[in-house]
């Protein structure tokens, strides 16, 4: 499975875009790229995944770029409440499991 | 989606005993896991419960500390047995609905705290 490689730590205020990359250098063309949010005392929460390009949905956006050697998790307008450490997985289409690696612990101030 | 309850929510155990934590899911689920995640930390993988045969075990981890039961589609019990103070930690199940296993979700945690 791809490494990935993500900042520890990120701050930002409300109402600010909030962009979280993730390198995945050695992705495979069966890979998928997946991202979690955990709040605290919570469990993760699956937010948002995509192969290529651009997906976006009520929560996020996630930019691939064509070599899909990183990828971007995009908050809009984030809030207090988007205070949570985010994760950024590979994973490989028909693998029985999913490895989580540091993530990112963000921290919206008012 | 699926709405997945953990029992108990919390609990403060004596070392050299054991606890079993239930995972029960509303709807019947394709896979279930059980996660460790220590304070301020990521999730570790302990195993894939399997219905009807032995659960599949992550390297570091053994049946004989973590026993896992999966009798039927929605519902498994993970068991932390003669416990020390290192297995303090938050026990997590998750599923999945579909056939994609990087689609999960996962209950709410349990807390051990092992004194």
């Known amino acids: 499975l791809a490494k990935t490689t993500q900042p520890i730590s990120m701050d930002s205020y409300e109402g600010q875009e909030v962009n979280i990359t993730c390198s995945h250098n050695?992705?495979?063309?069966?890979?998928?790229i997946t991202w979690y949010q955990q709040f605290p005392s919570q469990g993760p929460r699956f937010i948002i995944q995509?192969?290529?390009t651009k997906v976006t949905n009520e929560v996020a956006s996630l930019f691939i770029p064509a070599d899909r050697k990183s990828s971007t998790l995009s908050l809009p307008r984030v809030s207090l409440s988007d205070t949570a450490v985010y994760y950024c997985?590979?994973?490989?289409?028909?693998?029985?499991?999913?490895?989580f690696g540091s993530g990112t612990r963000l921290s919206i101030r008012p | 989606s699926a709405v997945i309850s953990q029992k108990p929510s919390r609990d403060i155990c004596q070392r050299g005993t054991s606890l079993t934590i239930q995972c029960q899911v509303d709807s019947q689920v394709t896979m279930m896991f059980w996660y460790r995640q220590q304070p301020g930390q990521s999730l570790t993988l302990i195993a894939t419960?399997?219905?009807?045969?032995?659960?599949?075990?992550e390297s570091g981890f053994v049946i004989d500390k973590f026993p896992i039961s999966r009798p039927n589609l929605t519902f498994s019990t993970l068991t932390v047995s003669n416990m020390s103070p290192e297995d303090s930690s938050i026990y997590l199940c998750?599923?999945?609905?579909?056939?994609?296993?990087?689609?999960?979700?996962f209950g709410p945690g349990t807390r051990l705290t092992v004194t």
């Open positions: 995509g192969y290529k």
């Open positions: 998750s599923v999945t609905t579909s056939g994609r296993v990087n689609e999960q979700y």
């Open positions: 050695n992705i495979a063309t069966n890979d998928y």
């Open positions: 997985l590979v994973w490989r289409r028909g693998a029985s499991k999913i490895i």
């Open positions: 419960a399997n219905q009807g045969s032995e659960a599949t075990y």
